[in-house]
């Protein structure tokens, strides 16, 4: 009686622990720099193009290269970027580049075919 009911505990236990990891996986895979971004916050006014960008670490460090469409203007862009990545350690250098430890991140604007994209990318110094 005593080992039916540890055994019926136990499997309650595992039951909810399974529960809670498959729930925390789709909510972080629901995020969307979850999965290659990394640290690098997302504009929420803006959306990852995921066949577009890549991130590798190489001997020198690491390349992250993030392409991002939305509507938000190029000032309210700037802005956000430069008030989310201060607190993040990174120091701006110009009015569309960032460094921290070693690393540089841009932001520029560019277009491929008709679609206006955002590409950010960051790189060892």
Do not use: C, H
């Amino acid at each position: 009686m005593i080992m039916a009911k540890m055994v019926s505990t136990w499997r309650g236990l595992i039951s909810a622990m399974l529960m809670v990891m498959t729930v925390s996986s789709v909510q972080a895979e629901s995020l969307p720099q979850a999965r290659w971004v990394g640290d690098v916050p997302i504009m929420p006014a803006l959306t990852i193009e995921q066949g577009l960008g890549f991130a590798f670490d190489s001997p020198e460090g690491r390349i992250v290269m993030i392409y991002l469409t939305g509507d938000a203007a190029a000032d309210d862009v700037m802005a956000y970027y430069d008030s989310a990545l201060n607190p993040l350690g990174w120091t701006m250098q110009s009015a569309s580049s960032w460094a921290r430890e070693g690393e540089s991140l841009a932001i520029t604007r560019t277009t491929a075919g008709s679609v206006e994209l955002w590409k950010l990318m960051i790189r060892p110094q």
